[in-house]
C-alpha cells in the first residue's frame, strides 16, 4: 500500500475521529480505502492479450525521494514534501465544455463546486466544467448497473472497484466504452505521460480481449493483508519478531495474554494464516487446472490453527462480534497486538493508534512460513485499485477525456496533485516552516470530490506528522512483497462469479465464521467446499481455466 497515498489521505481527511479498519471480504479483508486484500477475480482481459498492446512505462521524472521505489513494487518514501512543485500537463486537456463524471466515496459527499474553490480551480486548470456524481459506496453499484441499463452514460465512470464486477462486462466494454488502444498501446501512451507513469503490472486488468478498455487507478492495488501490531505490548511481555515458524507466534500469544485484559490478536486473522500455511492467493494454477484456496490441505490447516488459538483463549473473546470499527477500537485501546487489516489502512491505523497512546509504536509483523522452513508467501493484489472506462464517442473527444484523466493521475510533487490533494493555498491548506502541506477544515471538504477514484498515480510514502512512519512502512511493504504470489485468474472474467460470487463469498465468510469461533467442527469444512462447488464454484472453475487456455493461444 502506499499508507499516505491521496485517496487514502482524502479519505483520512474526511474520517477525523472514527476508527476504520479492513472490511470483510472473501475471506475476510477489504480495505478502508477500496483496495482488495486478495486479488478479487474481476478484472477482464488476459496475460497474453495485454503483450501486443500493454502501454509503455516512462517513469515520471520528479523530486528525489529519500527513499527510493524498488523493483518489488516497494514505493518511494518523502520525509517532507518537495520543496519545488513542478507542472505536468503543458497546456489544459479540455476544450472548454462540460464532461460529467460518476464516481463512490466512503464518506459524506464533498460541496457542491459553487462552494468549493479547489473544485473550481481544477475545472479552471482542465478548461472544461466537470460535474461529478457522487454515490455512496454501499449504492454505488446498483447505481452503475441502473445506468448502464438505462443506456445514459456518463463521460467518465469508476466501472470496476472494491473487488466488483457487472454482469455482462465483456459484452458492455465492446459496445458502450472506448476502445483506447489507439491511444493508449505501447508508445501511443506517451501522448500521456501521468498515465505513462503508471506501473506495467496495472495495466492488464484494463485489457479485453487484446484491447485497452479501462485506465487503471494503482494506489494500494500491489498490496494485500497486513498484520498491524502494537509493538509497544510486545517489547512489554519481551516478545521478539521476526517470527521463525508459528509455534514461535503460539509463544507470543501465550505471552501476551493476560486474562480478562489483553490478549494476542483479535477481530478474524484467518487470511493471515491462510498466507502462513502457505494456502494458494485466491486460486492455485497447475498445468492449466485450477484449485481454489478452500480445497487445499494448507487452507484446512490454516483453518485448524484459528480454531486452535480460540479454542486456547488466546483471542479476544469479543472478536466473533467486532465489526472492522469495533475490531480496531479494540485495538487502539491495547486490548490485542494483532489485527488483521491491510496496507492501504495502515495510514489511518497508526494515526488513531498514537492519538490513543504515544508509545503505541505501530508496527506491521513480517510474514512467516508455518514450519519456518518454506518460503513465505504473501497475497499480491491485482496492481489497481479502481478502473475507469471512457463513454464511447468520437477520436476528439475520447482523446479529450484521456487528456482530463492524464491530468488527474499528476504524479506526486506536481502542481496539479499539490491541487487535487490539498486543495487552493491559504484556502483549503497552509504551508509549515520545512513547506509541508496541511489542510484547513475546509480544505478537508473541498478536497473529497473523489477525482482519485476516476485515475490516480502510483504510491508514494509521505507522512511528514507520524515520525518514523515512512521509514517502517517501507521496509514493512519490502518484506512483503518480497513474498508476493499473484492470483493466477487476475485478470481473467468469469459471467458465473459476476453473478454469483457475493452470495457464493458470504456463504462461505459465515460458514468459516461458524468454524473458526468454535460453533461448528473443522470437518464441516469439507460441507461449504461441497456447497460452494454446487452453488456455481465449479463453473466459476471452468470458465477460468477457458479463459486461461484461450490467453495461452
Not at 527510493?68 to 503543458?90: D, E, I, R, W
Amino acid at each position: 500500500m502506499t499508507a499516505a497515498n491521496p485517496m487514502c489521505r482524502r479519505d483520512f481527511l474526511r474520517l477525523g475521529g472514527v476508527a476504520l479498519a479492513g472490511a470483510a471480504a472473501l475471506p475476510w479483508v477489504l480495505d478502508a480505502c477500496g483496495g482488495t486484500a486478495a486479488p478479487a477475480s474481476t478484472a477482464v482481459g488476459s496475460a497474453s492479450a495485454k503483450g501486443s498492446v500493454l502501454p509503455a512505462y516512462v517513469p515520471f521524472q520528479g523530486p528525489k525521494p529519500d527513499l527510493a521505489a524498488l523493483p518489488n513494487g516497494t514505493p518511494p518514501g518523502f520525509l517532507n514534501y518537495p520543496q519545488h512543485a513542478v507542472k505536468s500537463v503543458a497546456s489544459p486537456p479540455g476544450k472548454g465544455g462540460a464532461i460529467n463524471a460518476l464516481a463512490f466515496t466512503l464518506f459524506a459527499p464533498p460541496p457542491p463546486v459553487d462552494q468549493n474553490p479547489a473544485w473550481q480551480q481544477v475545472n479552471k486548470e482542465l478548461n472544461a466544467t466537470v460535474s461529478m456524481t457522487v454515490v455512496p459506496v454501499a449504492d454505488y453499484f446498483t447505481r452503475v448497473a441502473a445506468t448502464i441499463a438505462g443506456g445514459d452514460l456518463p463521460d467518465i465512470f469508476v466501472m470496476s472497484a472494491l473487488g466488483s464486477t457487472i454482469q455482462g462486462e465483456p459484452q458492455f466494454l465492446q459496445q458502450s466504452a472506448a476502445d483506447l488502444t489507439p491511444y493508449l498501446a505501447g508508445d501511443g501512451i506517451k501522448a500521456y505521460p501521468n498515465l505513462a507513469n503508471l506501473p506495467s503490472y496495472v495495466w492488464p486488468s484494463a485489457i479485453f480481449g487484446g484491447h485497452i478498455y479501462k485506465v487503471p487507478s494503482p494506489v494500494g492495488g500491489r498490496t494485500g493483508p497486513a498484520l498491524h501490531t502494537k509493538q509497544k505490548l510486545l517489547d512489554d511481555a519481551g516478545v521478539n519478531v521476526p517470527f521463525k515458524n508459528i509455534d514461535e507466534f503460539t509463544q507470543a500469544l501465550k505471552a501476551l495474554r493476560i486474562p480478562g485484559k489483553q490478549y494476542g490478536i483479535g477481530w478474524n486473522p484467518l487470511q493471515w494464516f491462510q498466507q502462513v500455511f502457505g494456502a494458494p492467493n485466491d486460486w492455485q494454477e497447475q498445468g492449466g487446472k485450477l484449485t481454489k484456496d478452500i480445497e487445499t490441505p494448507e487452507f484446512k490447516a490454516a483453518v485448524a490453527y484459528v480454531r486452535s488459538i480460540w479454542d486456547q483463549q488466546l483471542m479476544h473473546p469479543d472478536s466473533p462480534g467486532l465489526n472492522r470499527s469495533t475490531g480496531a477500537q479494540a485495538w487502539y485501546r491495547g486490548e490485542y497486538a494483532f489485527l488483521l487489516n491491510a496496507f492501504t489502512a495502515w495510514q489511518f491505523a497508526w494515526t488513531s493508534a498514537v492519538a490513543q497512546d504515544p508509545a503505541f509504536k505501530p508496527r506491521i509483523t513480517p510474514v512467516f512460513s508455518h514450519d519456518g522452513t518454506s518460503p513465505p508467501v504473501y497475497y499480491l493484489g491485482t496492481g489497481a485499485s479502481s478502473l475507469s472506462v471512457i463513454k464511447k464517442s468520437t477520436p476528439d473527444r475520447e482523446q479529450e477525456l484521456l487528456g482530463v484523466l492524464n491530468y488527474i493521475a499528476a504524479p506526486f510533487g506536481t502542481t496539479e496533485q499539490l491541487l487535487l490533494t490539498y486543495g487552493v493555498k491559504d484556502v483549503d491548506f497552509t504551508v509549515d516552516a520545512k513547506g509541508n502541506p496541511h489542510s484547513t477544515k475546509k480544505g478537508t471538504a473541498d478536497v473529497s470530490v473523489p477525482w482519485y477514484r476516476l485515475a490516480n498515480y502510483p504510491d508514494v510514502l509521505f507522512a511528514p506528522d507520524l515520525a518514523d512512519f515512512v521509514q517502517v512502512t517501507h521496509q514493512a511493504e519490502n518484506d512483503a512483497l518480497s513474498h508476493g504470489i499473484p492470483s493466477p485468474v487476475a485478470g481473467l472474467y468469469s459471467k458465473t462469479y459476476a453473478e454469483k460470487s457475493a452470495v457464493l463469498n458470504q456463504q462461505l465468510t459465515d460458514g468459516l465464521a461458524q468454524i473458526v469461533f468454535g460453533r461448528q467442527p473443522v470437518s464441516s469444512l469439507d460441507g461449504l467446499v461441497q456447497s460452494w462447488r454446487s452453488g456455481g464454484g465449479d463453473q466459476i472453475r471452468a470458465e477460468y481455466q477457458q479463459a486461461l487456455q484461450n490467453s495461452t493461444k
